[in-house]
């Protein structure tokens, strides 16, 4: 980020991780009370992540925080440990605002696995659930709601959510939420909160349109960011393949042959993700699909289903790119290139995570050598462009060639015949 034209922020934390290697912390160091680091011990959670490490101390103390952050680097307890502790000792409401259904579900699931112990109710708001069982749960004056902004505003316009307490509020992915399209929705739940409160923000990505909710709902907040802006995860090895339409089937089949352990595909439409994942059955690999047609519960079973090893594969619009929180993915397929440079560091964010390798295949048709170009202007690096295996279908003979600059001069990539 560039610090002279955002210079709002606080010039402390603009130090990002000169404070030491945060990796040589514990939790114990971090300013955390006894009780909570009694849970974190047995949960196993010793070391905190760089973003943990940089942002809970600073958010103990009540600070406003904006985190900068690659995605699957542990922001949900970064923002949900100092919600539950100043929860604890001074009472009031956390509201936590998320793009995704699956997020929300799965940053609950977190919160509670703490939580409970003190007593803390949770209450996840977000469309695809039944109203009368939500209104039943914000009767019960949950002390975090969790939820996406197009069903927290129903609850709003229905007077039947409590915002008048909220001391705390969190926007995670929020240059997600307003890529798609939540910004009146975030506009009006931050003229009804508290003004007096604290606000937590964290992205992956700090477009123009995040600066500006941070100038003008924000008490001059610190800002932590723990990798370069568009950064892809460090532990991922990318490969690029340039193939015609009609064969990313055949090479989805090799790829699936040569490399073991489970993927995660992604299509850019949700018809895409339908036939690929019946592609994917009829070659004898168990798959399941998650997209916005399907309802609630349909998603949960086929996330449950991917975690648990029920299914090997798993097909997905870029619903889930960053709503899927799954440690042991071994491979992500980009069968379709993202309509955004942003979206590619997401979806291969979903492998190479809680320090393990990963790798991340992209299919690149000749004809989208632009995306290819923003792709490698944003992670500020060049991908390796692999030959296409033998045995493949001709390519489609009105495909064009794709070209590339690399240091100046033009190399042309031909369709592999």
């Given at each position: 980020?560039?610090?002279?034209?955002?210079?709002?922020?606080?010039?402390?934390?603009?130090?990002?991780?000169?404070?030491?290697?945060?990796?040589?912390?514990s939790?114990?160091?971090?300013g955390?009370d006894?009780?909570?680091?009694?849970?974190?011990?047995?949960l196993?959670?010793?070391?905190?992540?760089?973003?943990?490490?940089?942002?809970?101390?600073?958010?103990?103390?009540?600070?406003?925080?904006?985190?900068?952050?690659?995605?699957?680097?542990?922001?949900?307890?970064?923002?949900?440990?100092p919600?539950?502790?100043?929860l604890?000792?001074?009472?009031?409401?956390?509201?936590?605002?998320?793009?995704?259904?699956?997020?929300?579900?799965?940053?609950?699931?977190?919160?509670?696995?703490?939580?409970?112990s003190?007593?803390?109710?949770?209450?996840?708001?977000?469309?695809?659930?039944?109203?009368?069982?939500?209104?039943?749960?914000?009767?019960?004056?949950?002390?975090?709601?969790?939820?996406?902004?197009?069903?927290?505003?129903?609850?709003?316009?229905?007077?039947?959510?409590?915002?008048?307490?909220?001391?705390?509020?969190?926007?995670?992915?929020?240059?997600?939420?307003?890529d798609?399209?939540?910004?009146?929705?975030?506009?009006?739940?931050l003229?009804?909160?508290?003004?007096?409160?604290?606000?937590?923000?964290?992205?992956?990505?700090?477009?123009?349109?995040?600066?500006?909710?941070?100038?003008?709902?924000?008490?001059?907040?610190?800002?932590?960011?723990?990798?370069?802006q568009?950064?892809?995860?460090?532990?991922v090895?990318?490969?690029?393949?340039?193939?015609a339409?009609?064969?990313?089937?055949?090479?989805?089949?090799v790829?699936?042959?040569?490399?073991?352990?489970?993927?995660l595909?992604?299509?850019?439409?949700?018809?895409?993700?339908?036939?690929?994942?019946?592609?994917?059955?009829?070659?004898?690999?168990?798959?399941?699909?998650?997209h916005?047609?399907?309802?609630?519960?349909?998603?949960?079973?086929?996330?449950?289903?991917?975690?648990?090893?029920?299914?090997r594969?798993?097909?997905?619009?870029?619903?889930?790119?960053?709503?899927?929180?799954?440690?042991?993915?071994?491979?992500?397929?980009?069968?379709?290139?993202?309509?955004?440079?942003?979206?590619?560091?997401?979806?291969?964010?979903?492998?190479?995570?809680?320090?393990?390798?990963?790798?991340?295949?992209?299919?690149?048709?000749?004809?989208?050598?632009?995306?290819?170009?923003?792709?490698?202007?944003?992670?500020?690096?060049?991908?390796?462009?692999?030959?296409?295996?033998?045995?493949?279908?001709?390519?489609?003979?009105?495909?064009?060639?794709?070209?590339?600059?690399?240091?100046?001069?033009?190399?042309?990539?031909?369709s592999?015949?």
């Amino acid at each position: 980020m560039n610090h002279q034209k955002n210079n709002f922020f606080d010039s402390k934390a603009t130090a990002q991780i000169e404070k030491g290697n945060p990796n040589e912390l514990s939790f114990h160091e971090l300013g955390l009370d006894a009780p909570i680091l009694k849970i974190l011990d047995q949960l196993h959670f010793h070391t905190p992540t760089p973003i943990q490490a940089q942002a809970i101390p600073d958010a103990l103390n009540g600070e406003d925080i904006i985190g900068v952050a690659q995605t699957g680097t542990g922001k949900t307890l970064a923002f949900g440990l100092p919600i539950i502790q100043r929860l604890i000792r001074h009472g009031g409401k956390g509201l936590i605002l998320l793009p995704t259904r699956e997020l929300a579900l799965q940053v609950e699931e977190m919160l509670q696995k703490i939580a409970r112990s003190f007593g803390l109710r949770t209450v996840t708001i977000i469309g695809g659930a039944p109203m009368h069982h939500q209104i039943k749960d914000l009767r019960r004056n949950p002390h975090v709601i969790i939820g996406t902004p197009g069903r927290l505003i129903d609850h709003m316009e229905r007077r039947t959510i409590p915002l008048q307490d909220v001391s705390i509020l969190v926007l995670d992915e929020a240059d997600r939420m307003l890529d798609m399209g939540f910004a009146p929705q975030i506009k009006k739940l931050l003229q009804v909160v508290p003004k007096d409160r604290q606000t937590m923000l964290f992205s992956a990505t700090m477009p123009n349109d995040i600066v500006k909710i941070a100038t003008q709902h924000m008490k001059r907040p610190t800002h932590v960011e723990v990798a370069r802006q568009g950064s892809p995860a460090t532990l991922v090895h990318q490969e690029i393949y340039i193939v015609a339409q009609n064969q990313k089937r055949n090479l989805l089949s090799v790829l699936l042959r040569q490399y073991q352990g489970t993927v995660l595909v992604f299509s850019r439409t949700k018809h895409g993700a339908k036939k690929i994942c019946r592609d994917v059955n009829q070659m004898d690999y168990r798959a399941a699909e998650i997209h916005s047609n399907l309802s609630l519960a349909q998603r949960r079973k086929s996330l449950e289903g991917f975690k648990k090893g029920v299914y090997r594969v798993l097909v997905a619009t870029d619903i889930a790119a960053r709503g899927i929180d799954v440690n042991d993915i071994a491979l992500v397929i980009n069968y379709d290139v993202p309509e955004y440079a942003e979206d590619y560091v997401h979806r291969i964010g979903r492998t190479g995570r809680a320090g393990k390798k990963g790798r991340a295949i992209t299919f690149i048709m000749p004809s989208q050598s632009d995306k290819l170009r923003k792709i490698e202007r944003l992670i500020e690096a060049k991908i390796p462009i692999i030959n296409l295996p033998k045995g493949l279908p001709e390519p489609e003979q009105e495909a064009p060639k794709v070209h590339r600059m690399r240091s100046g001069t033009r190399t042309s990539y031909r369709s592999h015949r």
